[in-house]
């Protein structure tokens, strides 16, 4: 959503891309930042007063504005397409795809702070526009990014809490443990036992939630290390970016390596508020349950096969590729096998979303840095062949909505060129990412006073009866 309605020099991004008109004006309030105030939760004292009274107009001139009509499809289809949340980080559009307050993965590309020898966006600068829509300077990036590292301490009875689980654990498993274990140290608990006022809720949030993304890397590195690498843990390096620091935690110190792992967090970090682990964060938050508590939460509803789990499957799916056919597998080969998948009950892992109807950006970014980084790799070679291949048979099949690549499709690839070979942690690294979305948004609804979340259900006894009396008018 519009925060801000400065103009700025930003806003004439949109004129490059004709079908963004209709988005035309939704970054005029972009404002690049000085570097004299580098403190972010300033930022937010400034801004929330603003946005109080915002949210106060919009439902007191037009609380009784319908958005759309519910239909049975709706009830009983998982409420696809039904607008019932306010969600301020981030907006899914079917044919755009992702945009983080207004700018859209190529813009943030352009204008987001990278690192000194990198290009990509560093997760620190997203976290910053995130929570204020704003995109930040140089100077407060490498600020916030210094706040973030020494936060970053995790208590030795997490580890303890993560030892006590079998080393055999699902990963998911075994990150979100620690993560109930940080929830000890929940700022916003203590508050709330000690009398805080509600109007004051969001300063222990933001506390709760600076501290979660900046652990949630070391507790992550450390389920990785324990699991494949003999439990021999990596240190924090402090002089490192959020990005780069977690790369070289998990073990991989090759540039290329941090560079895709700024990628990655980036556009992993947030994709409005409908999806399973966002809405999971939100509605857990709602009854005033701490960050920790929320995002644990998260986490789990993430590990489902139909939503984080997904990025394993696809590098397990395109592996299987290669044991049956060979690297060097034909288009017509490679279509065989597509029917094959299809007509034995399974889907193609990494093709379709519920929202979008067009190629997710968040894949053609990741191809794009494969092209310009690894173009002989033949994994992405074969991913390339199945963008050619796929879209056309799930079209002919004539059950799918939208056909084409998601991000699950290419980040395995990546991910494996560069020795993180274990798909099954994957959903991990997706977990980490996600911090930084729903952390940023739980401020916000701490700061904006947001309702406890508590739609209306229905049977399907209702549904049968209400349906008839419609049909009878």
């Avoid at 100077?139 to 303890?160: F, G, I, T, W």
């Avoid at 099949?397 to 980040?411: E, Q, T, Y």
Wanted: hydrophobic share 40%.
């Amino acid at each position: 959503m519009v925060f801000f309605r400065s103009i700025s020099a930003l806003s004439r991004l949109r004129s490059r891309v004709g079908q963004q008109s209709s988005l035309s004006n939704s970054v005029r309030w972009l404002q690049m930042q000085s570097s004299t105030d580098l403190d972010l939760k300033s930022q937010l004292q400034e801004l929330i007063p603003e946005q109080q009274d915002r949210l106060k107009k919009l439902k007191s001139e037009h609380g009784k504005v319908q958005l759309g009509n519910i239909t049975v499809d709706m009830v009983i289809g998982g409420m696809r397409g039904m607008t019932g949340l306010l969600w301020e980080t981030s907006l899914l559009d079917a044919d755009e795809g992702i945009r983080f307050r207004g700018l859209s993965i190529p813009e943030c590309q352009k204008v987001l702070p990278a690192a000194p020898s990198g290009a990509e966006p560093l997760p620190e600068g997203l976290l910053w526009l995130l929570l204020t829509g704003k995109v930040p300077s140089k100077e407060q990036v490498e600020a916030l990014s210094k706040d973030l590292a020494s936060r970053a301490a995790v208590p030795d009875y997490v580890y303890n809490a993560i030892d006590a689980l079998p080393s055999t654990a699902h990963p998911m498993t075994q990150f979100a443990s620690g993560v109930m274990a940080l929830q000890v140290q929940s700022e916003f608990q203590k508050a709330y036992e000690s009398g805080i006022h509600k109007s004051k809720f969001w300063e222990p949030t933001y506390e709760d939630c600076l501290n979660l993304i900046a652990r949630v890397p070391v507790v992550a590195a450390y389920v990785y290390r324990r699991m494949y690498k003999n439990g021999d843990s990596i240190p924090s390096d402090k002089s490192l970016d959020y990005g780069a620091n977690f790369s070289h935690m998990l073990g991989f110190d090759d540039e290329k390596m941090k560079e895709l792992m700024r990628l990655y967090i980036t556009i992993h970090s947030d994709h409005e508020g409908g999806n399973v682990s966002a809405h999971t964060g939100h509605l857990v938050g709602s009854a005033l349950s701490d960050p920790y508590l929320s995002f644990a939460a998260a986490l789990n509803g993430l590990a489902g096969p139909l939503h984080g789990l997904a990025n394993q499957e696809v590098l397990l799916w395109i592996k299987s590729v290669v044991e049956e056919c060979g690297e060097n597998i034909t288009k017509e080969q490679l279509k065989e096998y597509v029917w094959k998948t299809l007509n034995s009950g399974k889907v193609v892992p990494g093709y379709g979303h519920g929202v979008l109807r067009k190629t997710d950006p968040r894949y053609v970014c990741q191809r794009e840095f494969a092209l310009k980084h690894l173009p002989d790799d033949p994994l992405f070679q074969l991913v390339s062949k199945l963008y050619e291949v796929v879209p056309p048979v799930l079209t002919e099949l004539g059950k799918v909505k939208n056909p084409w690549p998601n991000v699950d499709a290419h980040s395995g690839v990546l991910l494996n060129h560069y020795g993180l070979t274990e798909a099954r942690y994957y959903t991990v690294l997706f977990g980490v990412s996600r911090s930084l979305g729903i952390c940023s948004q739980l401020i916000w609804d701490r700061a904006l006073g947001l309702a406890l979340e508590r739609p209306k259900s229905v049977t399907m006894d209702w549904l049968e009866a209400h349906c008839k009396k419609a049909s009878s008018t």
